[in-house]
């Protein structure tokens, strides 16, 4: 599940045409993102670390292992699209859910009236 902060760095992360292309590093691409959020740059780094662990994004690694920036994944640059397959699985589990919940209201209108 994607939080508001997640969603909207993500669609930062996406406003360039070259998106695919970015590698945005930690020191200086940080601040300008959290700037643009209104948010520090601590919390952007979290949003980071939690939108990797869901493999929106990935890690750009020196040959030492040690990371020096982040880029969008495939899952990050199509999000929304993936994110609708999330929903649209959800309620194919629990269609059934949905409509006793519907037949629950109607008869509680029914009875009502």
């Not at 020096?68 to 899952?75: A, E, Q, V």
Request: charged fraction near 25%.
């Amino acid at each position: 599940m994607l939080d508001k902060l997640s969603k909207s760095l993500l669609n930062e992360l996406n406003k360039p045409k070259n998106a695919a292309d970015l590698v945005y590093n930690f020191s200086e691409d940080l601040s300008a993102l959290a700037k643009t959020l209104q948010t520090d740059d601590e919390t952007v780094r979290a949003a980071v670390r939690y939108l990797h662990e869901l493999n929106y994004l990935k890690y750009e690694t020196t040959s030492s292992q040690h990371i020096t920036g982040f880029y969008l994944d495939h899952k990050g640059l199509h999000w929304r699209e993936f994110r609708r397959q999330e929903i649209i699985k959800y309620l194919e589990e629990k269609w059934v859910d949905c409509v006793a919940l519907l037949l629950s209201v109607v008869a509680l209108i029914c009875s009502l009236a």
